[in-house]
Nanobody, 115 residues
Framework: QVQLVESGGGLVQAGGSLRLSCAAS????????MGWYRQTPGKQRELVAS???????NYADSVKGRFTISRDNAKNTVYLQMNSLKFEDTAVYYCNTVGRGVDYWGQGTQVTVSS
């Protein structure tokens, strides 16, 4: 059974930092691409960053230069370091992976940035 468990969300002032973690189980973590998405009420879930098994990385334009995705294959964990946070980064952040054509999601962690 695939499980993704996010942690690290919270309330932070604009300009501050947070680090999100996503612990994965039930998958061959080292070969899976991992992604972070976010969603605000009334909007579609959007890709924030993704990291592939070869280490290649993609970022949404809105977070380039501020967010850093990384992975620790020994701990089956993917991270999202978020710096210089803005009010518009407020959202529920979800961890994602795909296995055998199936999308798996964590429960989400709330990030609230006060202006």
């Amino acid at each position: 059974q695939v499980q993704l468990v996010e942690s690290g969300g919270g309330l932070v002032q604009a300009g501050g930092s947070l680090r999100l973690s996503c612990a994965a189980s039930g998958i061959r973590f080292s070969i899976n691409a991992m992604g972070w998405y976010r969603q605000t009420p009334g909007k579609q879930r959007e890709l924030v960053a993704s990291i592939f098994s070869d280490g290649s990385i993609n970022y949404a334009d809105s977070v380039k230069g501020r967010f850093t995705i990384s992975r620790d294959n020994a701990k089956n964990t993917v991270y999202l370091q978020m710096n210089s946070l803005k009010f518009e980064d407020t959202a529920v952040y979800y961890c994602n992976t795909v296995g055998r054509g199936v999308d798996y999601w964590g429960q989400g962690t709330q990030v609230t940035v006060s202006s």
